[in-house]
């Protein structure tokens, strides 16, 4: 994108020149030569794409012109009004509409075959008999392994309309034979809610990663559980949820607000102000509540952590959120592109906005992580900047700011060390997940009917894997060394074993049994049940 920027001023100066030079030197008609006297800003912009089109000496793809112009122009607004090109439009809309027509597989192209990680519940995979570790060799004929295939053209093969059939020939190494299978392609759903499970007798947890169109339901059916459970007491995990529809956001929050209650005001260009209330419907209005934050919660998240804040529901636990207070609408470009413009401003019921200030352009906008990690205020609550004019009170007394995130009632540190930060940029990229693959690939068998609790109860990470993945990790991460942090590597490393054979939930079970933030709402049960006494 950089070099399209740098070149682009050289791109329209050589257009321009050669639009005049040509100008000077044919007959156009009267009609052509309007072209120059119009006013219009959109008949220039388009004039201009012609000109290169069908007049300009070379041959110039205009179509990354316009991305390019598009994402210009965009640029000079704010940092969240964006372009999706069409490339990426698809992907895009089935993570907010949260849900695909497919197989229902996760999978990795390994020594060049789509190996299956592990079906998705539900899906017509798991129905077919698919199991992780099973190689996709062929779908209708098509075949799908070699030197070129790719992770693309794979997904539109196994991707097709609803109800649709694919011939599947599938190899399984643990077997040494080939089946043959006729799948179904269905709704998959791309779920939301991460985890949903039982801290303690009476305290649930439910981790949303983002909110999406079936995000609600999601939640609805694991919060419905968990008190079918006998749960009292829950914790809202709302830690790197970037955000998404408002729509979500605020029917979350209505489950533990009270009718009338103010739970959003928005306010647009033309000042018009919308207010947003809960309704009658609520499952949870009297039980107690936990909801934690990060710097990396944003928008949506910190519509439903505001909107508790300010009517003094729960306690925020965590880190100062990101802070995104701007209101995005999607709208189509017509060529299967769009743009995701900025229409409002949101407010929390206190009337404050949390939307940090971007005047200066948005590489300092999302450094900022950098400037909190210099000034302190991850590790310390009272590193955190705010100012008195932005203060303002809920309707119990407690003070909040506004000015940039959501600050949290009861502050857990980051833990910075470069230990910690290796461990966490290792877990995300990719490469322990594939380790453990491999991994599963040798030892499949001796997991083989294992239930998650046994698992989870019985099955050590020993000395020899930790230190087989650390080594592993050298080798491709240039020498990254994590043979400090031993007992974490080893609670990741089981983690990601507990997510390829049993999914994301047990992965969130085992990755939290020592997070700092859900210890330290074990500690404030701790101190409540004592005071009770």
């Given at each position: 994108m950089g070099n399209q920027k740098k070149y682009l001023p050289l791109w329209i100066g050589l257009a321009l020149a050669a639009g005049v030079f040509i100008g000077s030197k044919l007959n156009f008609n009267d009609d052509t030569e309007k072209i120059f006297a119009t006013s219009s800003k959109k008949d220039k912009l388009n004039r201009l794409i012609d000109y290169i089109d069908y007049e300009y000496v070379d041959k110039v793809n205009t179509d990354s012109i316009v991305d390019v112009t598009v994402n210009g122009i965009l640029e000079n607004l704010d940092p969240h009004s964006v372009y999706i090109p069409k490339s990426e439009y698809q992907h895009n809309a089935d993570d907010m509409r949260g849900a695909f027509t497919g197989i229902g597989v996760s999978f990795y192209i390994y020594k060049d075959t789509i190996?299956?990680?592990?079906?998705?519940?539900?899906?017509?995979?798991?129905?077919?008999?698919?199991?992780?570790?099973?190689?996709?060799?062929y779908a209708d004929g098509k075949k799908l392994f070699g030197e070129l295939v790719n992770r693309d053209s794979i997904s539109n093969y196994l991707k097709g309309t609803i109800n649709s059939k694919v011939a599947l020939d599938v190899y399984r190494p643990s077997e040494n034979k080939v089946l043959e299978l006729k799948v179904r392609r269905k709704q998959v759903p791309l779920v939301s809610v991460d985890a949903s499970y039982k801290l303690a007798d009476d305290l649930g947890y439910i981790k949303i990663n983002r909110f999406s169109e079936t995000t609600f339901k999601e939640f609805e059916t694991a919060l419905d559980n968990l008190k079918d459970q006998g749960i009292k007491k829950l914790v809202l995990d709302l830690r790197n949820n970037p955000g998404g529809y408002i729509s979500t956001a605020e029917r979350v929050v209505d489950e533990f607000l009270e009718k009338d209650k103010l739970v959003l005001i928005t306010k647009n260009k033309s000042g018009d102000i919308n207010k947003t209330y809960a309704t009658r419907r609520g499952d949870f209005e009297h039980g107690k509540l936990y909801v934690l934050i990060n710097e990396n919660s944003a928008s949506a998240s910190e519509i439903v952590a505001g909107a508790l804040q300010d009517n003094d529901k729960g306690t925020i636990i965590g880190r100062r959120s990101f802070g995104k207070g701007l209101v995005q609408r999607e709208m189509s470009l017509g060529d299967g592109s769009a743009v995701r413009l900025t229409i409002a401003r949101y407010y929390t019921p206190t009337g404050r906005s949390i939307q940090r200030p971007y005047g200066n352009g948005n590489d300092t906008y999302y450094s900022d992580y950098e400037k909190r990690y210099r000034n302190g205020e991850l590790i310390h609550a009272d590193s955190i900047k705010v100012a008195d004019s932005l203060k303002y009170k809920t309707p119990k007394g407690k003070v909040v700011y506004g000015g940039g995130g959501i600050i949290p009632d009861v502050f857990v540190p980051k833990d910075t060390s470069v230990e910690n930060e290796t461990l966490q940029y290792v877990s995300r990229s990719g490469f322990m997940s594939y380790f453990i693959f491999e991994y599963l690939e040798k030892n499949r068998d001796m997991f083989k009917g294992v239930k998650f609790e046994d698992f989870r109860k019985n099955f050590?990470?020993?000395?020899?894997?930790?230190?087989?993945?650390?080594?592993?990790?050298k080798f491709n991460e240039a020498q990254i060394d994590l043979s400090n942090y031993t007992e974490d590597l080893k609670r990741t490393l089981k983690a990601n074993i507990a997510q390829q054979l049993f999914g994301p939930n047990e992965y969130e079970i085992i990755l939290n049994e020592n997070d700092p933030m859900l210890l330290k709402v074990l500690e404030l049960e701790a101190v409540n049940h004592l005071d009770k006494k």
């Open positions: 190996a299956v990680i592990r079906s998705i519940e539900g899906g017509p995979a798991e129905k077919a008999g698919i199991k992780g570790g099973d190689r996709i060799l050590i990470v020993d000395e020899k894997l930790s230190t087989e993945f650390i080594e592993y990790a």
